[in-house]
């Protein structure tokens, strides 16, 4: 049976539809997606993202073990402040793409993928003895996570929250007191748009979320969200990320810091930098349709260059856009292409990402 989080209750009150995610069992969406989607770019929106896997790593080798398991320099990550960061195999393979806070000196928070909590919780034991002393949690189910997204979040954090929105640059994290508890408030997100989520207990998060609803955000599924981050061309994992895809080929080589020392995977990630990479993960609009995952792509001069990672209807540019890897000779903006979809060629062009304005880059005022 798939597992429910703390506020499915909550969402079934709202109508919400729901489908299995990796073993959970999520809102699709609560009305329409593009309603949900356009709230988000518009206004506001808050998702139910506790299924995310959240990791404590604490002791006095917390710093160095990360160091060594991840492509970033977490050397360089201060008190209250996060980094997108990767962990790779020995092959320089992506195991996945998670956020690091540093809480303490001596403490972080690993937001993982779902689909990888296991994995990563795992990577971190079998490495942890070079490092100690060490405590690893895995606090998934104990906490919930609600992500705060749109243009209006930083109005909405400080009516619901009475929060003091200039104090939250990009990847900072914040403990705080609210509504009568304790939360863990962060800034990050993965629309595009301004946003926060919001760390805490169960009690807690039944209580904020009805909070955010009561004050006008409009509850968002994983139908918009997806798209959202379509929109904004980040890579998701199972689809652009893979455990025998690279950083290099993923486009994500400015999150692997060479120069910081020894990691798993740097040997192999030189190599092949030295070397080049055979493909490269590239964005495409369609003049019309919509393709979908494991399409080829095509130039009519030599047939297949790739295949189709992800893809989906832009509500903004009101077209079909998508990612997919194809041979790196092939990866130049503007190139026509071809996608077939069930026997049908489907005509667009090669684009660069973000697809749409990224709006979430400054200090929040």
Not at 26 to 42: F, G
Not at 180 to 193: D, I, Q, W
Not at 328 to 355: C, Q, W
Request: charged share 25%; proline share 4%; net charge positive.
């Amino acid at each position: 049976m798939a597992k429910r989080t703390p506020l499915f209750h909550e969402q079934q009150q709202l109508g919400a539809k729901f489908t299995e995610f990796s073993g959970w069992e999520l809102p699709l969406y609560y009305s329409k997606i593009i309603d949900e989607h356009m709230a988000v770019r518009t206004s506001s929106g808050v998702f139910d993202v506790s299924h995310l896997g959240k990791i404590n790593v604490k002791g006095a080798g917390a710093n160095d073990l990360l160091q060594f398991v991840t492509t970033s320099d977490v050397a360089k990550i201060e008190i209250g402040r996060g980094a997108y960061t990767l962990f790779c195999n020995s092959i320089g393979g992506i195991i996945d793409d998670d956020i690091a806070y540093r809480l303490e000196e001596n403490e972080f928070l690993i937001i993982t993928n779902a689909s990888r909590i296991q994995t990563i919780m795992a990577w971190l034991n079998d490495n942890k003895y070079d490092f100690p002393p060490l405590q690893i949690r895995n606090l998934t189910t104990k906490l919930c996570l609600l992500a705060l997204q749109g243009p209006k979040s930083p109005d909405v954090l400080r009516a619901v929250f009475k929060e003091d929105t200039a104090r939250y640059k990009q990847y900072s994290v914040r403990n705080i007191s609210a509504l009568g508890n304790k939360f863990t408030v962060m800034r990050s997100g993965y629309t595009g748009e301004e946003g926060f989520e919001i760390l805490c207990d169960p009690k807690a998060a039944i209580s904020a979320w009805k909070a955010l609803i009561s004050a006008g955000v409009k509850p968002a599924g994983l139908g918009a969200r997806d798209m959202l981050r379509l929109e904004m061309g980040y890579p998701l994992y199972d689809h652009e990320l893979t455990a025998r895809i690279t950083p290099i080929e993923a486009g994500l080589l400015r999150f692997v810091y060479f120069d910081k020392g020894e990691f798993i995977g740097r040997s192999a990630l030189y190599a092949q930098l030295e070397k080049g990479a055979e493909k490269k993960l590239v964005g495409f609009v369609l003049d019309s349709g919509i393709a979908r995952e494991g399409s080829i792509i095509t130039v009519p001069s030599n047939g297949e260059i790739g295949k189709v990672t992800s893809g989906g209807f832009s509500p903004i540019l009101r077209k079909g856009i998508g990612m997919g890897y194809v041979k790196s000779d092939y990866a130049e903006y503007d190139m026509a292409i071809n996608i077939i979809v069930r026997g049908k060629s489907l005509t667009g062009h090669i684009a660069k990402r973000p697809f749409i304005e990224k709006r979430s880059v400054s200090a929040v005022a």
